[in-house]
């Protein structure tokens, strides 16, 4: 099973669950949040078994987003200037300041060729804790995986000579995320 269909999978499973919360949720108002921090994202590319390289980098992370309740909430982030992030979460709060999420949504990837971007469907989960009453941190993880048609490089034995292919790839990210969080 591609990680397409379980991503649909586990999207509707959580729509599901978030009609019945939503239905029984309590009718404290939601809230905003910002948060600053960073990410690092490890990056596989790969093409059949006769290309893979591998990528790995720190960005500085943004991220604003809104409580509907206690227990669902959408949220935007920004890692490059080119790269944005479009979730919706579900919460289970274990204390008043601390809670477990899991999250989807989309990323947009910059492609290759630098002139455009394309969405990548993307999954994960996390730990929100509030020190004070507005001052906290997010820990989290995100997965996405796309295959598409486009272009790479290809260098010679010695890399000193490369040509531009166009073929079938795949495209693998972790993100770890550690962000301050401001709650008002």
């Known amino acids: 099973m591609t990680f397409n269909r379980v991503f649909s999978v586990v999207s509707m499973a959580c729509a ?3 009609g019945a ?3 029984q949720a309590d009718s404290v ?3 905003w949040h910002l948060g600053w921090g960073t990410s690092h994202v490890s990056e596989e590319l790969s093409r059949s078994q006769a290309f893979a390289d591998e990528d790995s980098e720190y960005n500085g992370l943004f991220s604003m987003g809104y409580n509907i309740n206690r227990y669902f909430g ?3 982030e920004a890692l490059r200037v080119d790269d944005f992030r479009l979730f919706g979460r579900v919460m289970w709060p274990i204390s008043e300041r601390a809670e477990f ?3 989807g949504g ?3 990837q910059s492609a290759f060729d630098g002139d455009s971007s394309d969405f990548m469907p993307a999954a994960g989960l996390g730990f929100r804790y509030y020190i004070t009453r507005n001052f906290g941190f997010n820990l989290g993880y995100d997965y996405s995986e796309k295959s598409f048609r486009g272009n790479y490089l290809q260098f010679n034995q010695d ?3 490369y040509e531009i292919l166009r073929g079938d790839v795949d ?3 972790d993100i770890f995320n550690a962000t301050l969080q401001w709650k008002f």
């Open 171 to 173: 495209l693998q990210q």
């Open 159 to 161: 890399n000193t000579d």
């Open 21 to 23: 919360v939503s239905a």
């Open 16 to 18: 599901t669950v978030l």
């Open 74 to 76: 959408i949220e935007v």
């Open 101 to 103: 999420y899991i999250r």
């Open 29 to 31: 108002g939601g809230d």
């Open 106 to 108: 989309a990323i947009t």
